[in-house]
């Protein structure tokens, strides 16, 4: 009887806290893995840029004309629409 508190803190404590935090990362995990050439994107430093080259580990991404940065791949955080660029 003891250990039902515990327990029942335990439960709240997956439903509220790392079940939606394992979901977001899953989430995070796939769109990173189905980044491609082409892909409009911003970082998690708010650079927003188009990936030119998708590797391992790392991106590279174009910012500017003739203007390309070397970024991990974890560091994205959105895929933005294509042509978003434009507007910015």
Do not use: C
Request: net charge positive; aromatic share 4%; glycine share 8%.
């Amino acid at each position: 009887m003891g250990l039902a508190p515990l327990v029942l803190m335990f439960i709240v404590l997956w439903f509220l806290m790392i079940r939606p935090q394992m979901k977001r990362a899953k989430e995070h995990k796939t769109m990173v893995s189905a980044l491609a050439k082409g892909d409009e994107v911003i970082t998690q430093g708010g650079i927003a840029g188009r990936v030119t080259k998708v590797g391992d580990a790392y991106l590279n991404l174009e910012i500017a004309d003739n203007v390309t940065i070397v970024v991990q791949n974890q560091a994205v955080v959105t895929v933005l629409p294509k042509g978003t660029l434009k507007t910015l």
